[in-house]
Structure formats: C-alpha cells, structure tokens
C-alpha cells in the first residue's frame, strides 16, 4: 500500500502545497505553487519493486520521473524526464526506458529509446515533433531480429470538428511493408493498409506467443459507416503460413482470402494449399448482425452457414493449432457443413483417414498405419473408431469425442495461455509399446483415457506391463556437473524473467508386470516383477510401488555377482530416485563375496564384504586381479586405487574401466606375466553374451593367447572350457553351493 500525505491549498494565483508518496514501492512528491501568474508543478517521484494492482498487474522493478512546467492562460510549458528498469505489464516486459521532452505554448519534441521483449526481443528509438495542431512521429529499431524503419514518418493533422488525419505513412520490417493512412476520433474511423510480404510475427506486438510465420500481402479497408457500425473489405495473400509451438513447426500453407463485413453480414472465402493439400476450401456467411454491441458478440450471436473441404495432410492443419503434446501426420479427408451460430455451431460431416501416423515426443508414443474414422455432430467431432499398429508390433484401438467449441479461448483471461479442444478419447492397447523416452520404455495391454478441457489434461490407464526396461541412473551425465542450490540478490532489473508455462498433462496410471521388467544399467542386469503407479505431470514424473527381484547379475569392475536379493522401491511423493536394496554373491578362489547397494539409484552404496573377513581394499584387489593385494604391479595398483575411490563416492582416475565402457567390454584387466606358461604381461578381455554365457580372450601381444568360456547351467552349476597356445586346453564342470 501507499500512502499519500500533505495537502493542497487555494491561494490567489493558484493552488500551493504538496502531497508526498511513500510505501508500496513508490516515494517522492508531487508540488504545486503559483508561479508568474501561471500555475506552477513540479514532480518528483521514484519506483522501486513497485506493483500495481489489476489484471494483469504492473510491476516496475526501478523508476524515476522529473518533470516541471507552467499552467495558465496564454502560457503552457513542460520539460521533464523519465527513466526505468524491469517494467513488466501482462506479456509486455521493458527492460530499459529512457524519455525526455520540452513542450512550450504547443511547440515541443519528445524523443524516447526503449528495449525489451513481447515475444521477441525489440530495440526502439523514438521521435516527435509536435507542433499545434500537426503531430510528426517517427521510429526505428529491431524487432524479433527483424529491422524497422519509416521511410515516411507518421503525420498527423486536426480535423475540424476534432479528429486527426494520418497522411500516407510508410513502415517496414524486414522484407516487407505497409503503407496506412485513415482518420480516426471526433466519431470517426476510417483506416486503408496495403501490405506486401509484411512478416505474420508482427502479430505478436498485439497478442504475444501465436507462432505465426509467413508474409501478408494484400488490401485492408476499414471505416465506420453513418449509424457507427464497423465495415470492412480485405483481399490478401498469405504466403508460407506455419504456427510453432515448443516442439512443432507447421507446413507452409499458402491461402488467399477475401473477406467483406457490412453492417448486416460477414462473408468470407479462402482457398489454401501447398504440395501435400490436394483440396482445401473454407467458406462463411453470417448474416442478421445486430445493430448493437461489440463486433465479435455481435458475430457469435447470429446465423452461421459454413463449409469445409480438405483433402491432404493432416499435419498441415493439426500443427496450426500449436498442440504440442502429440502431432498428427498422413493423408486425412474432412467435409464439414456447419449452421447455428458461432457460439452454439451445429456441424455436420466426416472425418476419415488411412495410413496416418501420431508421435508424442513427450512419452515417445510412435502408432503408424492408423485408420480413422468420425463424424460432425454439433459442435463435437465424434470418432467413432480408430485403430494402430505400435512401433513393435502391437495394436491400439478405440473411439472418443473432440469438441471444438473451447478452441482458441483464452484461458481464465491469461493471454499466454490458448485452450485447445475438449478431448475424451478411450483406448485399448495389446501388446503396444506406447512408453519410450528417458531410459524408460514400457509395452503394455489394457485399457487407457486421454481427457482434456483444453488447457493441460490426464493420462489414465490399468494397464499390464508385458514387458519394459529402465536404465538406472539415466541422470549420470549431467550428475557430474554439481548442482549447488543458490538464491540469486541483486538481479539485474533490466533482465527478462519469463512467464509460467502452460497447465501440464497429468498421469493417473497403475501398471503391474509379473515378470519381463529389465532394470539395467550401473553394473546391473536384472529382470523384475513390478507394482507401480505413475503420478504427477508431464513436467514432472512421479512413480510410486515397488519392484522385487526374479533373477540377475551385477558387474563391479569386471567382476560378476549373482544377484540373491532385489528390491526397488519408488516414492511418489519425490522426483524418480527409488531406493536400492539389493544384495549380490560370488565365490572367488574359495572366497565367497558379497556386495551390497543400498541407497537411492543415482547416488547409491556399494559395500563389500567376504567369508572369511577381509579388508574392502583386499576384496577388490582379489575381484579385480585374483590376487592379493601385496602381489599388484603399478598399473594394478592404480586400478584398485580407482575402484576404491568410486565407492567412497569419488569419481577417481579409472583408465581401464572407461576404456572398456567406450569399447562396450563386460571386463577389462591386466594379467601379470607368468613365466611357467611362457606368458608375457596381457590383457584380459571378456564379455557376456546373454544372461549365461561369458567368453574372455587373453593375449600377451607376443604370441600367447587364450580363451576361456563358461556356460551357466543353473546358479551354482556351470560348464567350464579353455582353449591356449600353450596347449593348455580342456573342458570342466564346476560346481558350488552354500551350506
């Protein structure tokens, strides 16, 4: 709040006194005294985080204004400044304004520079000279990357009886340009724009974030007719008309319109084309307009009688619409007849289309091959079926409802946010994979909803998994760039913060798979059964359930475990990070070692432990090398010296292990010389090949080499071969167990 004391006085010659503000991000004053038979004001104020109520609010990160001047008869005269930082208005953002002017008995100039973002970036020096009755403006600048001039500047002249006159005033932007020239005020409004390859995304001036790209070309009359009711005419040209959203980009559509509006009626025709549309046809007549009211009531309370015919691709027209949560491509036919009014419509037609294809880059969905079918039944476009081929193989079917009637309203006033049409669609899906995207991938059987009002929506489903993989740990690239929470003070007023984004998708999914979930990934290679729910939106993914252990292997180092306990369990109330508890054995020359990992997926522990004790450093040298510590040359030492790290939670310097992760090895090592079988120092590469077989060759580089296979038979069953230079060569069978 502000608060405003002082107070004002009549004196003779004027009014004295002055008012102080102060609080609410404002302070300073505003005087006023007689000054040479004339009134006298002088301004004083500044702004700092102030905000001003309304919607959309104001809100002026830094301000200051100086003005002075006179007041009386015969005599009129003001000179000021004004400055700011960080003024944000709806989606209007200034990040730095500068203005001076000088205004005496008439004469005066004004000139302002100005930069900040609706959009796009935009840089504006401004002028005018004013003069009575006769006002020159000019402008200069960039918008959107995109240049701005006047070649002729605007000129405006009084009109007797009030009013002013806009003399032929020419703006370009970019490539192209518009000459306007009208009169407007004193009860008149009479404008004419003749445009050539204008770019589309000056619309954003007016209404921000539409998308829209491609050149205007063509003729606009717009003027008031005797009883005060708008008329207009317009025959334009739309060259390349596409919308982008976050992800999608239309085709160009080309379309030629011709519109007319009287004081009775609208009628409008367009054509559009490009080479995938092989009909496009878009007819309107309203007619009985009321006498009274604003232009767009007055349109949607009348007699509607309207035409579509389309025949081409289906993503030239869905893209237009900027919905980004899936996209629409294929060959698509519509023939739709509508009557009513634009706030009720009555549609009736149909829909078809074969050989379609809709992708979701938010779940990674690919269907192909779908056949759609609908009809128009008011102002809902009715399916009553359609049917896919996932990307695997599997099917999905359904029906559902798509009501246009919310299409392009605002949302609850927020100009940035533009509803799309209310959906119901009910699905089914047989073995579909219908989930790829972030490590994540699911194929599933069951019953799935799709429902939206248009602004945001919910995924719903029960679904049997038939089979999914997750890779653990899929965060582990940018993990080791540390995220350091901080506040930031003393921001920059003049930097653009942006605006929240649209309402999310929302998941309300329950998954169960008996078996066939492959968890990978961070020495794992395991298949689960798994319980889950899928919560939270598409910003944010929530997962909750658990999953436990059928069978499986963990690789640490190149050494591998079996698997004996597993249990993930996820929490949906934070970010996907379940909690590990798994639990893995080996038995390593009469050792029998056991590894741990607990804790959260991307930051887990990993301890060991042996039977009979050992120390952790001895653990690994013997996984690692098959010996003791006390026997490991340099080069082993320094592997061991890296493991040890990894699991303290340092990253180490690990040559070996990242050479083998780039060559896609299971296990790389060292292996010491050994003069009884004529064996120079080798390396050892080996690598599983499924879930039971493992192959690793030894070579020295100078003429030995060996190959070892083991088959597992059963977890504590397994056949064993060899096969070397030396002429070591045999088969074995080994087997272990625990008592």
Known sequence: ?????????????G??????????GLSGTVALAPRGGAQGVTIDLAARNARFGGEPAMRIARADIDASGVIGEGRTAFTGSASAAGLSYGTLFIGRLAAEGALEDGVGRIDA??????????????????APERIALAAKGQFAGRRITMPRRAVLTSLDGGGWRLAPTQLSYGDGGMIASGSFG?????????????????????????GLGGTISGAIDYRTSANGLPVSDATVKIEGLTRSGLVLTSRPVNVALVARLTEDELATRAILGNSDIQRGRVQARITGLPRQGVLIDRLRAVRLAA????????????????????????????????????????????????????????????ISDIALRGRFSGSRL???????????????????????????????????????PIIDLRASARNARLLDTGGLSATITGPLRIVSNGSGGTIAGRLLVEKASWRLGNGAQTASIPTINTREI???????????PGAPWRFLVDARAPSRVDVDGMGLDSEWSADVRVRGTTQEMR??????????????????????????????SRAIDPRLDIVAETDNNGIDVTVSVQGNAQQPEITFSSNPSLPEEEILSRLLFGGSITSLSATDALQLGAAVASLRGGGGLDPINQLRSAIGLDRLRIVSADPVLDRGTSIALGKNIGRRFYVELITDGRGYSATDAEFRITSWLSLLATVSTVGRNGVSVEASRDY
Do not use: H
Not at 1 to 13: F, H, K, Q, R, S
């Open 113 to 130: 520079s100005l930069s900040g973002r609706r959009s796009g970036r935009f840089v504006l020096d401004l002028n005018a000279a004013i």
């Open 1 to 13: 709040d502000t608060d405003v004391t002082g107070g004002i006085t009549l004196v003779e010659g």
């Open 382 to 420: 009715q399916l009553t079926r359609f049917a896919g081929t996932a990307v695997n193989g599997g099917s999905v079917s359904g029906s559902g409802i798509v009501d246009l009637r919310t299409l392009g309203e605002t949302v609850e006033g927020r100009v940035l946010e533009i509803r799309g």
């Open 186 to 210: 004193g009860g008149n409004l009479d404008f004419d724009f003749k445009l050539a390859r204008m770019p589309l995304s000056l619309i954003d001036v007016v209404r921000a974030d539409t």
């Open 543 to 572: 997962i909750g359930g658990e999953a436990n252990l059928i069978r499986g292997d963990y690789t640490f180092a190149g050494a591998r475990f079996e698997v004996t306990r597993g249990r993930i369990e996820f929490d949906e």
């Open 307 to 366: 035409q579509l015919r389309y025949r081409g691709a289906a993503e030239s027209l869905w893209r237009l619409a900027a919905l980004d949560t899936f996209d629409i491509t294929g060959p698509i036919a519509i023939a739709a007849d509508a009557t009513g009014t634009l706030q009720d419509p009555t549609v009736r037609g149909s829909l078809s289309g074969d050989a379609l294809q809709l992708r979701s880059s938010l779940s990674g969905t690919d």
């Open 15 to 24: 009014a004295d006194g002055a008012l102080a503000f102060n609080g609410g």
């Open 490 to 500: 003393n921001l920059p007023r003049d930097r653009y913060q942006p605006s929240a």
